[in-house]
């Protein structure tokens, strides 16, 4: 959550000489980041990021507390200012007003009728500071809340009184399908369950902490109002602010949790400023229902754990001086320290380590040393080498023009998981299969003639009640390729990975009736490839199974002293004839043929060429005819190929 | 005799004229001026000459030796002109069609290669998780707005008894009370994890994506300070990135690090200018801090012995901070477009 405060502003809580700039820089490098500085007349607004643990920095005075600390640290005096407040109103007989609060659904409410306005005009400093924080203003009753929100962090409402005729709150739950009217004319439904307050006839007229209701807000012809604030329960706060999409600041800040002992000093803030502004006085005393009571927090933390903690030798009086201008109140007590942890801190501080964080960020990050780790050799786990074996594969394949993407995980083809979430109806469901973000990548680049893109990734698969199986799988898609060169690029990849492999081709889905490849090693499946249309190829490996079988190197086989006699030889096929039936079948009709490849294909002219070698001696002409005759006999024999030339 | 030698050196002239290769000029050679060759001959035969015409005979002799050598030579830088024919080797060579690795590819090998050699071992943990291990381990408040609905993405499945809802991990910090877990079961006194996977989260503009990837360092042992974390920091950045990019720490929260801070870097695109990545010129490395004692006793180290420092960063993010990349849109690196794809 961001704030933006105007450096004027600022200034009126505490004294320093520090530039505009040494600010930004200083609070940035100790404290919260402030992500921009913008000029704007005579002024500088600061934005600045807040984090969510620290919602006392969502105001003037928290920022300034914060540089009242750090800014010494790089040799800038500051000095912090305090506020004034009005005191507590004396009234015999107050006006009529009464707040019915369920502990369950709100902490602590604090309220007070004021009456008497003779001035509805914001003064032009008020303005300029609520408009540096992109804040409209409203009028000055209305004004005054918004200006002491940003000055102290507390959010506060008001309403016209006379606009309540009964005069009382009531505390309550919304029901489901409830409608209110906020105070900028936009109707929500109500989810039920939101905490809202009612004036007891069943009118909503406020969701407190989040915004104001229409039928109740403040208008110059307003003669009343009851200033009006909460200590709220930040996940109903969170819940109704989410549901209904209005993110006020107000609501920005009560979900985070606000100190509660802010609500009487915003409203004794808002008496006085009421006064000084529209001249307007209490007409009753306040009312204050606090169910939570708050008692101060205190740790304890050792000096030599603070120093081991840094790796800085820091003196108790150092620590102790970084401490006490951001509110703790420290003791040393021999080698302890006891700190008091100010109302503010009270959800952020509770243990040693963020005593340690105070000081380390006081002291500054900037300021420590580096120092690398040390440390002994730990057991070798599984799975700690299969990672690079994922990176050979890619390498691999991306040196045989495989193109590596990254798809979603997340797709909108039905899978084993379904998110409860998902931000839109192509990202519903985790995928089992990476098919289908690989298909849409290459449909996205039809226009190029031909490509190969493969991802190794993550597929999903049902595991029962448990987590999803998450399976690496390798995949890729040849779009527009020739089907041999396809097919010799997954050859070349296994053989570089000294896999030895078979093919099967079958029907089988996703791929085009009998357009499947299965690819075996032995008798286990490690992958497979085929049409998926007649433009796509897709193949998918599972890198698991490819680790087992691979190997870094093969055994080595010592070459032949003498040289193959190598001869083309042409084939013609009938119809429907496998070529891969007729070249395997050639290969084992003699252990003197070392190798044969299918060249060209020619009509149904198949050129394959032949390496004869016999590792002892040279062949003759004479024997290498008879092992020629012998497969020309058998591949006639059984596939009736005849032989050209 | 004259008259033959001169025959023969007309004789040996047309065979010069007619040789079409090397080869055939040093045949040439052999037949006239070899040992035995034709001329050779009559130098043999010059003592059986009478004294008054040896003389003349020999002289003869030695022009024609001469006139026939060097129209050899002459021929024989002829051929060898010839045979240096006109040739451009400047022509563009006929190119081997390669692929290309991913960007994040690059990114993660270089990241888990930088951190391997000060001792982190690469781990790849689950992309789905249980709410304990991304979030109840890891000390969320139960009202933390990273549990709700809107910024993480929950599985319709059945809640785990003991482990609460299935969501999809939103930072690579599930991995560590599961590391530190597994590292007690394997008998390990320490955690040396650099952990790089997949995230998801309920999110999409120019710096954020749903699914991204992050690393994620996490060191436990007995001797650990906030100064080795600083140190292991600078050693990244310093040989991650090059050339002088400035970094800065800042206090930050987060529920599983005490203290917490997160890790700037000057912004590379616009030089600390501002730009439409980074906000005011410096780019969120990414969060660090110590681990929380509630962390380290989930992960089964006794937090009064052990402490530990841990970091997790976009992957995605440190890469487009590389200098001179130029990718300023993070759904730029998801892109699947061959066009951006083949330039890497």
Same mark, same amino acid.
């Given at each position: 959550m961001n704030i933006k405060i105007s450096d004027k502003f600022l200034r009126e809580y505490i004294v320093t000489q520090a530039s505009v700039d040494e600010i930004a820089k200083y609070l940035s490098l100790s404290g919260p980041n402030v992500e921009s500085i913008q000029k704007r007349g005579g002024d500088f607004i600061y934005d600045i990021e807040v984090t969510t643990n620290r919602v006392d920095l969502m105001s003037a005075v928290g920022i300034a507390r914060e540089l009242s600390a750090i800014l010494p640290r790089f040799g800038i005096e500051a000095k912090l200012k305090s506020i004034d407040f009005s005191d507590q109103p004396k009234i015999k007989k107050g006006v009529k007003f009464e707040i019915e609060a369920d502990p369950k659904l709100i902490n602590r409410v604090t309220g007070v009728v004021i009456g008497n306005i003779k001035n509805f005009k914001t003064p032009d400093w008020m303005k300029e500071r609520l408009l540096a924080s992109d804040i409209r203003s409203l009028g000055a009753p209305i004004d005054i809340t918004n200006y002491i929100m940003l000055e102290m962090g507390q959010p506060l409402h008001v309403f016209d009184y006379d606009l309540i005729k009964t005069q009382k709150f009531k505390i309550r739950e919304s029901k489901k399908g409830e409608r209110v009217v906020t105070l900028d004319g936009k109707e929500y439904k109500l989810a039920g369950g939101d905490v809202v307050i009612d004036d007891t006839t069943g009118r909503i007229i406020d969701l407190p902490g989040i915004i104001g209701v229409k039928n109740s807000v403040v208008t110059s012809n307003t003669k009343r109002v009851i200033l009006f604030t909460e200590n709220n329960n930040p996940i109903k706060i969170r819940k109704t602010s989410m549901n209904l999409g209005i993110r006020t600041l107000a609501a920005v800040i009560n979900e985070k949790g606000v100190d509660p002992t802010l609500t009487i000093k915003a409203i004794l803030r808002g008496i006085l400023l009421f006064k000084n502004i529209c001249k307007a006085s209490p007409l009753s005393l306040i009312i204050d229902k606090?169910?939570? /009571?708050? +008692?101060? +927090? =205190?740790? +304890?933390?050792? %000096?030599?754990?603070?120093?081991? =903690? &840094? #790796?800085?030798?820091?003196?108790?009086?150092?620590?102790?001086?970084?401490?006490?201008?951001?509110?703790?109140? #420290?003791?040393?007590?021999?080698?302890?320290?006891?700190?008091?942890?100010?109302?503010? $801190?009270?959800?952020?501080?509770?243990?040693?380590?963020?005593?340690?964080?105070?000081?380390? !960020?006081?002291?500054?990050? %900037?300021?420590?040393? @580096?120092?690398?780790? =040390? #440390? #002994?050799?730990? @057991?070798? $786990?599984?799975?700690?080498?299969?990672?690079?074996?994922?990176?050979?594969?890619? !390498?691999?394949? =991306?040196?045989?023009?495989?193109?590596?993407?990254?798809?979603? /995980? &997340?797709?909108?083809?039905?899978?084993?998981?379904?998110? +409860?979430?998902?931000?839109?109806?192509?990202?519903?469901?985790?995928?089992?299969?990476?098919?289908?973000?690989?298909?849409?990548?290459? &449909?996205?680049? %039809?226009?190029?003639?031909?490509?190969?893109?493969?991802?190794?990734?993550?597929?999903?698969?049902?595991?029962?009640?448990?987590?999803?199986?998450?399976?690496?799988? &390798?995949?890729?898609?040849?779009?527009?390729?020739?089907? $041999? $060169?396809?097919?010799?690029v997954i050859e070349t990849f296994l053989e570089k990975l000294h896999i030895e492999a078979l093919f099967n081709q079958v029907d089988k889905s996703p791929f085009l009736p009998g357009r499947c490849l299965l690819i075996r090693n032995g008798d286990e499946r490690i992958g497979m490839m085929g049409y998926i249309d007649e433009k796509i190829i897709y193949y998918e490996f599972d890198p698991i199974i490819l680790k087992q079988k691979h190997r870094e190197y093969p055994k080595y086989k010592k070459p032949s002293k003498y040289p193959a006699q190598v001869e083309d030889i042409t084939l013609t096929l009938p119809e429907r004839t496998k070529a891969g039936d007729i070249l395997s079948e050639i290969k084992k009709s003699s252990k003197f043929i070392e190798n044969v490849r299918l060249d060209v294909i020619y009509n149904d002219n198949y050129t394959f060429r032949v390496w004869y070698l016999d590792p002892r001696k040279t062949m003759t002409d004479k024997e290498v005819k008879e092992i020629r005759n012998n497969f020309l006999m058998i591949v006639q024999k059984k596939f009736g190929v005849k032989v050209k030339n | 005799m004259e008259e033959e030698i001169n025959n023969l050196r007309n004789q040996a002239f047309f065979q010069i004229n007619e040789a079409k290769n090397i080869d055939d000029l040093e045949k040439i050679r052999v037949n006239y001026l070899g040992r035995n060759g034709k001329i050779s001959k009559y130098i043999k035969h010059l003592k059986t000459i009478p004294n008054e015409k040896r003389k003349q005979i020999g002289a003869l002799i030695n022009e024609t030796k001469y006139v026939i050598t060097s129209q050899l030579t002459a021929k024989r830088n002829l051929i060898k002109n010839k045979a240096r024919e006109w040739m451009d080797l400047t022509v563009p060579g006929e190119k081997i069609e390669t692929g290309s690795l991913h960007i994040l590819t690059y990114a993660i090998e270089e990241i888990s290669s930088l951190f391997e050699k000060i001792g982190f071992i690469r781990k790849r943990y689950r992309e789905v998780e249980w709410d304990y291990y991304a979030f109840e381990s890891l000390n969320f408040e139960k009202w933390h707005p990273a549990r709700d609905d809107w910024e993480t993405f929950f599985v319709d499945a059945k809640d785990h008894p003991k482990y609460g809802p299935m969501l999809l991990t939103p930072h690579t910090s599930s991995a560590q009370v599961r590391e530190m877990q597994n590292a007690i079961k394997s008998g390990d006194k320490a955690v040396k994890m650099i952990n790089i996977s997949k995230t998801f989260r309920r999110q999409s503009d120019a710096s954020h994506v749903p699914m991204f990837h992050q690393f994620e360092g996490l060191f436990v042992d007995k001797e650990v300070s906030l100064s080795n974390l600083k140190g292991t920091i600078d050693y990244f950045i310093q040989n991650f990135f090059e050339g002088k990019r400035e970094a800065r720490l800042r206090p930050y929260y987060f529920p599983f690090t005490e203290p917490s801070f997160e890790i700037d870097i000057s912004c590379d695109i616009c030089n600390k200018r501002g730009c439409k990545v980074c906000k005011d010129g410096w780019l969120e490395l990414g969060g660090a801090g110590m681990v929380h004692p509630n962390v380290l006793k989930n992960g089964g180290f006794d937090p009064k012995e052990y402490r530990g420092f841990a970091f997790g960063w976009g992957v995605e993010r440190v890469f487009m901070m590389k200098k001179n990349l130029g990718i300023d849109d993070i759904r730029t690196v998801y892109s699947t477009d061959l066009r951006y794809l083949k330039q890497f």
């Open positions: 606090n169910f939570i /009571s708050y +008692k101060q +927090k =205190s740790v +304890k933390v050792k %000096h030599s754990y603070i120093t081991e =903690s &840094l #790796g800085v030798n820091l003196t108790k009086k150092e620590i102790k001086s970084f401490l006490t201008p951001l509110g703790f109140d #420290g003791k040393w007590n021999k080698d302890i320290l006891e700190l008091k942890v100010p109302s503010f $801190r009270a959800n952020d501080i509770s243990r040693r380590e963020d005593i340690v964080e105070e000081v380390a !960020r006081i002291y500054g990050f %900037h300021n420590l040393p @580096s120092k690398l780790i =040390s #440390g #002994g050799i730990l @057991s070798k $786990r599984q799975n700690d080498d299969y990672l690079f074996f994922e990176n050979k594969l890619k !390498r691999l394949i =991306s040196c045989l023009g495989g193109n590596e993407v990254y798809t979603s /995980s &997340l797709i909108g083809v039905q899978g084993a998981y379904k998110l +409860k979430n998902p931000l839109g109806t192509d990202s519903t469901y985790l995928r089992t299969t990476l098919l289908y973000g690989l298909v849409e990548a290459a &449909l996205q680049n %039809h226009s190029q003639e031909k490509f190969h893109i493969f991802e190794l990734s993550n597929v999903y698969l049902p595991n029962g009640n448990d987590l999803p199986l998450e399976k690496p799988m &390798l995949s890729g898609v040849f779009f527009g390729y020739d089907y $041999r $060169r396809a097919k010799g | -």
